[in-house]
């Protein structure tokens, strides 16, 4: 049985290094997979090009001006606000879903990550429609003498935003508690530590990498989000690029060197994370069990009322007053010609199925590189394709406006450009997925097709192929319905024309017409809500 084992052992071995030596990257595949980087690249190349364009006493200039602080000092305020916010929303969410015998805790774990599907400029609609100047719900306390405060400026620009990314800071928080040994906590206990005590010393030091890494997925989005500051007529660097890059005369250099400023602060911050965030790791030694490590006592139904509330302002709240504009009658029914029409969610789903498509072809190289070299060559093929997605769509949108300008006038305002912004937008969601499967590949099944005489692309078609083939329909998947409610490189770099969902809510929330925003404002929370399914099941989330 020994001189089995060691000749299956030997076998497994030799198909292995049959699979090393033909399956390695070939010439062409590190040429697609450099191209594919090489893309992703050039719109902060084309932006270089534009900035460098403009005189330097004239951008010195712009970016001390009041109007270049007070961009700067809005925008840094509005990230460090919301993120505290979400931080000190999302943290005690998690703890109370996974630490303590909260009632229901399966259904408020779903409950309060719900948020994460309602798209933050979906939330802004709803709630300027609800409490702003002749809401809905403003004229109906107007009676009761229940004063409403104002929705705009910094205050409902951080609050609506809170409201929907805190639950990054809770999905990241709540892995890490789950991995998070309680015996640990246990022995804490024993040394007469109190739960906050304990928690401070123990559980926090080792969750701190997941809250901080939901920490920077809420700064970044903050920074980079462009609908809820322009609905709550907050100036931040993403709100004046756009109304500069629609005005006359300089607006478009100005809107280019804020995009730099922007992209400067953006580079900050990822630094800074790198730099505090340690490994990334959370917990040590066994998983946590399925059981409360914390009673909550007489107090559980009184610690329910806060998942309750944060649902009732995140979820009832806003897709109510959707409803309520869905079925209410009147004269912001009228407006010519925004009547909604059928065609605008085909043409959603068209440019979506196409930008998931190209997605993937784009991603297939870079992911089967990635998987099958540890080179410094590909994982900086890898690591491009990330670029594009901590790029600010407005600022994407706006690199490819001059490259459509000046180097491509017949590719300008058409399809195929809006669709390359997608690509390049969301090329890591179809990476990340294809490289796992890539990875999951067993190289004795490619090598025993060699051994069978299957020339290596015969290989990679037969074998390779359609086992990493759920990696790449979950990337498009989740590509396709990213790409459906995506705001601000759709209103930048659309056809004229072209009228998706998202242009059609935009331009009819801008003239006041809220009823006829409400069915593609609930069409686009439903495709969100679907977008959690490819991401729960690669999370393996046991909600």
């Known amino acids: 049985m020994g001189a089995g084992s060691d000749r299956a052992?030997?076998?497994?071995?030799?198909?292995?290094?049959?699979?090393?030596?033909?399956?390695?990257?070939?010439?062409a595949l590190v040429l697609l997979a450099g191209g594919v980087a090489a893309a992703v690249l050039t719109p902060?190349?084309?932006?270089?090009?534009?900035?460098?364009?403009?005189?330097?006493?004239?951008?010195?200039?712009?970016?001390?001006?009041?109007t270049a602080t007070d961009v700067l000092v809005n925008s840094l305020g509005l990230v460090a606000v919301v993120t505290a916010a979400s931080v000190a929303l999302g943290v005690p969410l998690a703890v109370l879903t996974v630490q303590t015998d909260l009632p229901f805790r399966r259904f408020w774990t779903v409950v309060v990550a719900l948020p994460l599907v309602v798209p933050?400029?979906?939330?802004?609609?709803?709630?300027?429609?609800?409490?702003?100047p002749n809401g809905a719900l403003a004229d109906l306390l107007a009676p009761l003498g229940i004063p409403v405060p104002t929705v705009y400026g910094l205050g409902g620009t951080a609050l609506v935003?809170?409201?929907?990314?805190?639950?990054?800071?809770?999905?990241?928080?709540?892995?890490?508690?789950?991995?998070?040994?309680?015996?640990?906590?246990?022995?804490?206990?024993?040394?007469?530590?109190?739960?906050?005590?304990?928690?401070?010393r123990v559980i926090l030091p080792q969750i701190a990498p997941g809250v901080t890494a939901g920490a920077l997925l809420v700064a970044l989005y903050t920074l980079s989000d462009f609908g809820t500051p322009a609905i709550m007529r907050?100036?931040?660097?993403?709100?004046?690029?756009?109304?500069?890059?629609?005005?006359?005369?300089?607006?478009?250099?100005?809107?280019?060197?804020?995009?730099?400023?922007?992209?400067?602060?953006?580079?900050?911050?990822?630094?800074?994370?790198?730099?505090?965030?340690?490994?990334?790791?959370?917990?040590?030694?066994?998983?946590?069990?399925?059981?409360?490590?914390?009673?909550?006592?007489?107090?559980?139904?009184?610690?329910?009322?806060?998942?309750a509330l944060v649902a009732t302002f995140t979820l009832v709240l806003p897709v109510g007053v959707l409803a309520m504009w869905l079925v209410r009658s009147g004269p912001g029914y009228a407006g010519g010609g925004l009547a909604f029409q059928p065609e605008f969610a085909l043409n959603s789903v068209y440019v979506a199925a196409l930008a998931a498509l190209a997605t993937v072809l784009f991603a297939l190289p870079v992911a089967y590189y990635a998987g099958r070299s540890n080179t410094w060559l590909a994982r900086a093929a890898e690591r491009a394709t990330y670029l594009g997605y901590a790029?600010?769509?407005?600022?994407?949108?706006?690199?490819l406006v001059f490259f459509g300008i000046h180097y491509a006038p017949a590719v300008y305002q058409t399809l195929p450009l809006l669709v390359f912004a997608y690509v390049v937008r969301f090329l890591p969601q179809a990476v990340g997925s294809t490289r796992s499967s890539v990875l999951g590949v067993d190289p004795e099944l490619i090598g025993a097709a060699r051994v069978l005489g299957a020339p290596p692309r015969r290989a990679f078609r037969r074998v390779t192929l359609p086992l990493i083939a759920p990696g790449l329909l979950a990337g498009a998947a989740l590509v396709f319905l990213t790409?459906?409610?995506?705001?601000?490189?759709?209103?930048?770099?659309?056809?004229?024309?072209?009228?998706?969902?998202?242009?059609?809510?935009?331009?009819?929330?801008?003239?006041?017409?809220?009823?006829?925003?409400?069915?593609?404002?609930?069409?686009?929370?439903?495709v969100s809500g679907l977008s959690m399914i490819p991401l729960l099941r690669q999370r393996g989330d046991d909600a």
């Open 391 to 399: 790029m600010p769509g407005v600022v994407l949108g706006l690199a």
């Open 483 to 526: 790409t459906m409610k995506e705001l601000d490189t759709t209103l930048i770099l659309h056809p004229t024309g072209f009228t998706t969902l998202v242009t059609y809510i935009w331009r009819v929330q801008e003239a006041g017409y809220y009823g006829r925003a409400a069915l593609p404002a609930l069409v686009l929370v439903v």
């Open 234 to 307: 907050f100036d931040v660097f993403t709100r004046v690029i756009y109304v500069e890059l629609n005005s006359f005369g300089i607006g478009r250099a100005n809107a280019t060197l804020f995009s730099l400023e922007l992209l400067a602060v953006t580079a900050v911050i990822l630094a800074l994370e790198s730099r505090v965030g340690g490994d990334g790791g959370s917990g040590y030694g066994s998983p946590a069990s399925a059981n409360a490590v914390v009673p909550l006592g007489r107090y559980r139904w009184v610690a329910a009322a806060l998942p």
């Open 44 to 66: 902060l190349l084309w932006l270089l090009l534009r900035a460098s364009t403009i005189e330097p006493a004239e951008a010195l200039s712009l970016l001390t001006s009041p």
């Open 161 to 200: 935003l809170t409201l929907f990314v805190y639950p990054y800071v809770f999905l990241t928080t709540r892995a890490s508690l789950l991995s998070f040994d309680e015996s640990q906590l246990e022995a804490a206990r024993t040394l007469n530590h109190g739960y906050r005590a304990a928690f401070r």
């Open 120 to 132: 933050s400029y979906i939330g802004a609609f709803a709630y300027v429609s609800a409490f702003g």
């Open 9 to 27: 052992g030997t076998t497994r071995d030799r198909l292995r290094g049959i699979a090393r030596d033909d399956d390695g990257p070939s010439v």
